[in-house]
């Protein structure tokens, strides 16, 4: 058994990745880091180290317990490294932008001072 895998095959075969394209391009477009620090494709990792992998905008963190060179079922691919992903933060209560229907034209000068003062902006002197 090998000590080191390439990041790309590793991702891919612990299902964090669809297909191992996924991964190297996920590389190549600086959302994988190993130790803090960006990696290629091809990077090495091995048993130990930490994978920052960036989704959605926000950071998965998981650190490799196994390697893996093809690809596994979920149940042994979850065996294969230990998720220490923190909890997204909670919603926030967001208030809906008002929308207008669709083919309602142009508002008028009293619908968009209205509009403006929802978004909290001071109208313009008219």
Same mark, same amino acid.
């Given at each position: 058994?090998?000590?080191?895998? +390439? ?10 990745? &669809?297909?191992?394209?996924? *991964? ?13 620090? +960006?990696?290629? *494709? ?17 950071? /998965? ?6 390697? *893996?060179?093809? /690809?596994?079922?979920?149940? *042994? ?22 929308? @207008? ?10 619908? @968009? @001072?209205?509009?403006? &003062?929802? +978004? ?7």
């Amino acid at each position: 058994m090998t000590s080191t895998v +390439r990041i790309d095959s590793w991702l891919w075969a612990v299902r964090v990745y &669809k297909t191992r394209s996924m *991964a190297t391009t996920a590389c190549r477009g600086g959302h994988v880091r190993v130790g803090g620090e +960006r990696v290629k *494709a091809a990077y090495p990792v091995k048993i130990g180290d930490e994978v920052r992998i960036r989704e959605h905008g926000f950071d /998965r963190i998981v650190t490799v317990t196994r390697l *893996a060179t093809k /690809r596994m079922g979920a149940q *042994a691919a979850a065996e294969c490294l230990i998720d220490t992903t923190p909890p997204p933060p909670p919603r926030e209560e967001v208030a809906l932008a008002p929308t @207008r229907d669709r083919g309602a034209g142009r508002p008028t000068k009293r619908e @968009r @001072r209205d509009l403006e &003062k929802l +978004r909290g902006r001071e109208p313009a002197d008219d």
